[in-house]
C-alpha cells in the first residue's frame, strides 16, 4: 500500500544552520507529495507541495525537490531560524479523493 | 490562517461517555476527512466524505463512531462510548483538489 517514511524523530540544531529532514515514500501511483508545519497547539499547515518530478519547489525558505527515481522529497533549508521550532510532516496523497498518508514527523528544535 | 473552523477546542469526557466534535470545512470543498493525532503526534486516518456521502473508513471508525457531513449543516464526529485510548487530537480537514487544509482540532480528554 502507499507509504511515507521519515527517518529521523528529533532534530536538534543551532540557529543558522542548514537542515535537512528525510523523506521517502511507496506508491505505484502518480505521487502528490507536501511538507505540512506544525506548530504546538496550531493546525498543520502545508509548507510545500508537488508533483513534477526533478523540480525544486520553495516557500518561506524551505525547498524540496521531488526525485521519482528515488521516492524522496527531502526538506532543506539553508538557515534555520528560532521560529522554525516545530513538527514537519511528509505527507502523500494519488488523486483528489484519496486519503493523505502521513510519515511519522521529525521534531525540529533550533536552538540560539 | 485556516479557514477550517473545529469545535469545541477542547472536550474532557468520562469512560463510556458519548463525545461529539464538529467541523466546518472551507467553503466550496466537497472532500473532508477527520485524522486522529496520538501523543506522540503520530496521525491516523479515521474517515472521509465527498460531499455527503463516506468514501473510506477505517474498522475502528465504522464500529464505535459516528460521521456525517450534511449539506448545510458542520460535519461531525461523533464517540459512541470513549475509551482511555481515545484521547487525542482529532483534526478535520477539507479538500478542493490535492491540497488538504486542516483545522486546529479537538483535544479530547477522557478521564
Known amino acids: 500500500g502507499d507509504s511515507v517514511t521519515q527517518t529521523e524523530g528529533l532534530v536538534t540544531l543551532t540557529k543558522g544552520l542548514p537542515v535537512m529532514l528525510n523523506c521517502t515514500y511507496q506508491?505505484?501511483?502518480?505521487?502528490?507529495l507536501f511538507w505540512y508545519v506544525q506548530h504546538l497547539n496550531e493546525a498543520p499547515k502545508l509548507l510545500l507541495k508537488s508533483s513534477t518530478d526533478n523540480k525544486r519547489t520553495e516557500h518561506q525558505g524551505f525547498y524540496a525537490t521531488l526525485h521519482k527515481s528515488s521516492s524522496s522529497f527531502h526538506l532543506q533549508k539553508s538557515s534555520v531560524q528560532l521560529s522554525d521550532s516545530a513538527l514537519y510532516f511528509c505527507a502523500l496523497r494519488v488523486s483528489n479523493y484519496n486519503v493523505l498518508y502521513f510519515g511519522s514527523g521529525t521534531k525540529l528544535t533550533v536552538e540560539p | 490562517n485556516s479557514k477550517v473552523i473545529q469545535t469545541p477546542r477542547y472536550l474532557v469526557k468520562g469512560q463510556g461517555q458519548k463525545a461529539k466534535m464538529r467541523c466546518i470545512p472551507e467553503?466550496?470543498?466537497?472532500?473532508v476527512f477527520w485524522y486522529q493525532q496520538n501523543k506522540n503526534n503520530e496521525f491516523k486516518f479515521l474517515i472521509n466524505f465527498q460531499n455527503q456521502e463516506v468514501l473510506q473508513q477505517i474498522d475502528m471508525t465504522e464500529k464505535r463512531f459516528s460521521a456525517e457531513c450534511p449539506s448545510n449543516s458542520p460535519c461531525s464526529l461523533e464517540i459512541q462510548s470513549s475509551e482511555a485510548g481515545d484521547s487525542a487530537l482529532y483534526l478535520c480537514?477539507?479538500?478542493?483538489?490535492?491540497?488538504?487544509?486542516f483545522g486546529k482540532g479537538t483535544r479530547l480528554t477522557v478521564v
Open positions: 480537514a477539507s479538500s478542493l483538489h490535492t491540497e488538504v487544509f
Open positions: 467553503k466550496g470543498h466537497p472532500v
Open positions: 506508491t505505484t501511483y502518480s505521487p502528490f
